[in-house]
């Protein structure tokens, strides 16, 4: 579910991180976050870094056969961590990189570039289709055109071959879109 939103379950490097999970999304609940189990039982987070703080109940994992790792709201263990099945079905908290992309890219709202697109992708946010232009070989500039594909809280993620150049002339108008091009 994470990875459709450009991200992944929560890591969690030190007890700073820990508190601010904890107190803002987790109080109250238990959920998944991004520990796993690898094939030499040692638990790691999904990004593939180690542990180095950890905040199990009774200090360790208690079954080898639970591969996955939560944040618990079990009885006085208000956010301790415990290794669980991993076919159980409960909430989880994601984590996703926001990137400050106007650093990058260039923002032209109301306009969009017409005639060099190369492919066309349904996104929810504009900087879904930012990180689309990133990794699609040839990719120079998008448009990002809100709700357009017919399908509620989608938008249009249209990636162009081209950038507009020095010309604003090249861009045309679109109420719903939002032109960006890379400036670096
Ligand atoms: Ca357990």
Known sequence: M???????????????????????????????????????DVFHWVDGTKLQYTNWIGGSTDNVNEKCGEMTEYGSHRGKWNDKYCSTSQPFICEIAILNFNNVFRKVPGKMLLGHVMNRLRVTRDVECVLHCQRYPGCKSINFVRGASGSKGHSLCELNRRTNGVLTQNLHTGELSCYYDVII
């Not at 992944?8 to 820990?18: C, F, G, R, S, Y």
């Not at 107190?23 to 238990?30: E, I, M, P, R, S």
Request: charged share 30%; with cysteine; proline share 0%.
């Open 2 to 40: 994470c990875r459709t939103l450009e991200g992944d379950l929560v890591t969690i490097h030190d007890e700073k991180k820990q508190m601010f999970v904890y107190d803002n999304l987790a109080a109250g609940k238990t959920l998944w976050i991004g520990l796993k189990r690898n094939d030499n």
